[in-house]
């Protein structure tokens, strides 16, 4: 909490600075917000790098079922706040790259991070070889954390990151390929739904003064959203992706879509460029 | 070849000007001169100005009509057959997607200038076709696959009665990820660019009701006229003159008969005015084809390769010369396997299968074999499908075409009557029938 003066300052300071002189009455609403958001970003990142400091502890000791018990809840505070873990590029391909950013697949030695470690997992079946990545994944997590901290919140990332994490989910998630080892897409999913509702939570008393209908179709796709991912919700998380049927992941993806043709609107309806 | 000089060559030709250049075409120079085949022909251009547009971007089909456009309008070069699965849950709904369907589609075929937004949000049209739309004969053609209909409670009772999901003929290779769909968008118009932007135009507005499913974009190659200057076909990858035998789309009493849906068909009463459309993604193994002597190719067809004129008709026939199976009842001509003579035997019997074909040509890169992937985006139009389609597959099964063949995708829909007049939108019939049962006792 006494992050809370520090961010407010820094944020109409960049707001300032990206001269929106239009937006001037919005940008002070926005303080609060995104101060919100900040400290939301924060949990996450603090608890990314706790649950990795457990996963990692599992494949140091060779703990095969741990480590995959592990894997999925503790990718999901990573996913939750993707658009400022993204701002620091380096780290995200370090963290969260996949095989196929990659030319050569799964042999690069390049491909390092959760995913690395999901394909040794699954598809090796063993923590044999995974000490260094498991070891680059916390060093890349704690300095995450660091970063974010010191971060100033551009506000325009912000409010953008709602549609953000709706086009991730779109354009390379919704066909389950992000987590095609462990097939535990669907934790991913809850994570960036839940991710992109809270920076509209946070702005939806600014947005429901001039657009209630907007509000409102955007808080009934997300119910939506939230409801079918229930239906495959289990004790400790949630089904294989492979249990989605054909009818939900349709209605996911347009959803999906249509919450980022919405969301995109976010920053011009505030105002900011 | 008549060649295409704009007036104003910097500039597209706007206004007054522009009706100019469509008067000083005759058809036969507009079809032939062909957008951009001609692009290179200034010579001094830099490689950077875009091809010339050309009066047939200013060609117009009407969005009203008892009947959907598309279907017995001529074909134009570039063709799109997009599937889509629908996330529609109620009668309100499907109105609901259905009205914003009408108002994209009228204004796309319309043409004119795209709307503009405050610059801080996301343009509302996606440009690139530039600010102001030409119609460029579009024609977009909405059609409904069985899915959507038994899926659904409220509106299985009116499935077309026909509508089924597309089964396996034993030559087919499905591919999942390309059949069926709730609900397919044929696009036509004389420049794929036009299709695709109608089709973006769509996917961003109707989000919310439609997921895509599976695209497919064809083509249709330039003839020249034939010496007595009637216009040919156009040829299949095979190199083969295809719709030679198609019914003539400009006799209304003769598509009533085998396109239209009308109150002799025993089908709903809504469905009246509507097709049945059948789509297929027929791969063709054209490396293995090209390597096939030309004599065993054309008694395949049944055709001459190079003036599509039946087999053994003589000098100077063509493509439109009937052929005469009833002096070749053992196939010593035609060989009684040969694909058009199974396709059409022309007997008095075969007329009930007549369809209206209106394929186009694909070429998707490279198959994973690293043998070309090409072949037909066969689209048939019929008001029967078992009589139609159905039953021409049926009799083409086993034939040596298939040899250099694979039917890998498509599907069966049913395309919806005509949108009469402003205040009518695509579909709306199908809605009052749903919901006049809901309120009759039953």
Not at chain 1, 104 to 112: A, C, L, N, S
Not at chain 1, 158 to 180: C, N, P, Q, Y
Not at chain 2, 199 to 228: C, H, T, Y
Request: glycine fraction near 8%.
């Amino acid at each position: 909490m006494r992050l809370i003066p520090v961010v407010a300052a820094s944020v109409v300071a960049s707001t300032a600075a990206y001269g929106l002189a239009l937006a001037a009455d919005v940008t002070l609403e926005l303080v609060e917000p995104i101060t919100e958001y900040k400290i939301y970003v924060a949990e996450n990142t603090e608890e990314l790098v706790k649950d990795t400091e457990e996963f990692v502890a599992a494949i140091k000791a060779g703990d095969v079922e741990k480590a995959k018990s592990l894997f999925a809840p503790t990718r999901t505070s990573y996913e939750a706040v993707e658009p400022i873990a993204e701002l620091f590029s380096d780290l995200d391909v370090s963290i969260d790259a996949r095989a196929d950013d990659y030319e050569q697949g799964e042999k690069d030695p390049k491909f390092t991070g959760f995913h690395r470690i999901e394909y040794v997992l699954w598809e090796q079946n063993t923590t044999d070889g995974l000490g260094e990545y498991a070891d680059q994944l916390q060093a890349d997590v704690t300095d995450l954390n660091d970063r974010i901290n010191s971060l100033t919140f551009p506000p325009e990332v912000v409010v953008g990151g709602a549609a953000a994490l709706m086009e991730e989910v779109a354009a390379t998630k919704i066909s389950g390929e992000e987590d095609r080892y462990s097939r535990t897409d669907l934790w991913d999913f809850q994570a960036n739904f839940d991710g992109s509702e809270k920076i509209f939570e946070l702005l939806k008393p600014i947005v429901s003064e001039q657009d209630p209908d907007f509000v409102a179709k955007v808080q009934a796709n997300f119910d939506q959203v939230d409801e079918t991912l229930a239906k495959y919700k289990t004790d400790h998380g949630f089904e294989s992706y492979e249990k989605l049927t054909d009818s939900d992941r349709a209605l996911l993806a347009s959803r999906v879509n249509t919450l980022a043709e919405d969301l995109s609107t976010l920053r011009g309806k505030l105002g900011l460029d | 070849m008549t060649t295409f000089k704009p007036s104003r060559p910097k500039h597209h030709p706007r206004g007054a000007s522009r009706r100019q250049v469509l008067v000083g075409f005759g058809t036969g120079a507009v079809a032939l001169a062909g957008g951009r085949a001609l692009a290179g022909s200034e010579g001094d251009e830099q490689v950077a100005v875009a091809p010339k547009g050309n009066a047939d971007q200013l060609q117009r089909q009407s969005f009203y009509g008892i009947h959907q456009a598309g279907i017995t309008t001529a074909r134009p070069a570039a063709g799109l057959v997009t599937a889509f699965d629908l996330i529609v849950q109620s009668p309100d709904d499907l109105e609901t997607m259905l009205r914003l369907l009408t108002e994209r589609i009228s204004f796309l075929m319309h043409g004119g200038e795209t709307p503009t937004a405050d610059p801080k949000l996301p343009p509302p049209d996606s440009g690139i076709l530039g600010p102001v739309i030409e119609p460029d004969n579009l024609t977009i053609t909405v059609s409904f696959g069985a899915s959507l209909f038994e899926g659904r409670p409220w509106l299985a009772p009116l499935k077309p009665r026909q509508l089924v999901r597309m089964t396996q003929f034993p030559n087919d290779a499905l591919d999942r990820d390309i059949c069926h769909g709730d609900l397919a968008i044929q696009f036509n118009a004389n420049l794929q660019d036009t299709n695709i932007h109608a089709l973006r135009d769509i996917v961003k507005n109707l989000s919310q009701f439609m997921v895509l499913r599976w695209s497919q974009e064809g083509s249709v190659p330039v003839a020249a006229p034939m010496e007595d200057g009637r216009e040919p076909t156009a040829r299949n990858f095979l190199g083969f003159h295809d719709g030679s035998a198609n019914p003539n789309s400009t006799d209304t009493a003769l598509m009533n008969e085998i396109v239209w849906v009308g109150p002799h068909n025993d089908e709903p009463e809504w469905a009246h005015g509507g097709t049945y459309q059948a789509v297929r993604i027929i791969r063709n193994f054209v490396e293995r084809w090209d390597r096939t002597p030309l004599r065993e190719q054309e008694e395949i067809f049944g055709r001459a390769k190079a003036t599509g004129a039946p087999l053994g008709a003589g000098p100077g026939a063509t493509e439109y010369d009937t052929p005469d199976y009833a002096s070749d009842p053992d196939g010593a001509i035609t060989p009684l396997d040969a694909h058009i003579r199974l396709a059409n035997p022309r007997t008095r019997a075969s007329e009930e299968n007549l369809i209206l074909r209106r394929a186009f040509n694909y070429s998707n890169g490279v198959a994973s074999s690293g043998q070309l992937d090409q072949g037909l985006l066969f689209i048939a139009y019929q008001a029967d499908l078992e009589k139609g389609f159905i039953a021409v597959q049926n009799r083409l099964n086993g034939e040596p075409l298939e040899e250099y063949i694979k039917p890998v995708g498509g599907g069966y829909f049913y395309a919806l009557p005509g949108v009469r007049d402003p205040g009518d939108y695509l579909g709306r019939s199908l809605v009052e029938a749903v919901r006049r049962r809901a309120t009759s006792p039953s």
